[in-house]
Every structure is written in structure tokens, then in C-alpha cells.
């Protein structure tokens, strides 16, 4: 079965910068779009950004400026780099291949202190 693994979580004070990764087993990122999505405790999740298997970016506008969603094909990894964070930030992170969703994995918390 596939899984999604997602790592690079933490807890870091307003302003400050975390990395995510999302990995895959097997191969299925090949030529699909990737993206990122977070849950608010309370809340739905959300779209966060997506790249396609081209390169091509897409964010919310919430994150749009300070967050840079990145692919490497090569370690069937992809990279959500995210600066400038704010509290409203806080969630878990998920990362999936729509519109062929998968399982959700355990996603990786972020917490953003004021």
C-alpha cells in the first residue's frame, strides 16, 4: 500500500522558518502534481500550495510570498519551505496527489508561537 510520510515539524516562534518534507513510497509522484494541505485544530483542511509535474506552482493567498512548495524527482520527495511564519500558521501539515487522492498520512504538526 502506498503511504505518504511527512517530516520537518516543529515548534518555532513567529517570524521563523521550518522545512517539510513529504515523501512517498514507490514511484507515484512520477509525472503527478503534489500539494500540501493543513488542518487547524477546529477547522477543515485547506489547500496550502501544489506543484505539477512540470514545475508549474500554485499557493493559497494566505501563503502565497512566503511559502515555496519544491520537487525532487530523484528522491521522490517534495519540499514545502516556509518563511516568515505566523501563528495562524499552526496546524497539521498533509501532502497528497489530487485529484487522485491517496491515504492520508500522519501529517507533521506546526506549531507557531507568538
Known amino acids: 500500500q502506498v503511504q505518504l510520510v511527512e517530516s520537518g515539524g516543529g515548534l518555532v516562534q513567529a517570524g521563523g522558518s521550518l522545512r517539510l518534507s513529504c515523501a512517498a513510497s514507490g514511484s507515484i509522484f512520477s509525472g503527478r502534481a503534489v500539494a500540501w494541505y493543513r488542518q487547524a485544530p477546529g477547522k477543515q483542511r485547506e489547500f496550502v500550495a501544489s506543484?505539477?509535474?512540470?514545475?508549474?506552482?500554485y499557493y493559497a493567498d494566505s501563503v502565497k510570498g512566503r511559502f515555496t512548495i519544491s520537487r525532487d524527482n530523484a528522491k521522490n520527495t517534495v519540499y514545502l519551505q516556509m518563511n516568515s511564519l505566523k501563528p495562524e500558521d499552526t496546524a497539521v501539515y498533509y501532502c497528497?496527489?489530487?485529484?487522485?487522492?491517496?491515504?492520508w498520512g500522519q501529517g507533521t504538526q506546526v506549531t507557531v508561537s507568538s
Open positions: 506543484i505539477t509535474s512540470g514545475g508549474t506552482t
Open positions: 497528497n496527489t489530487p485529484p487522485l487522492f491517496r491515504s
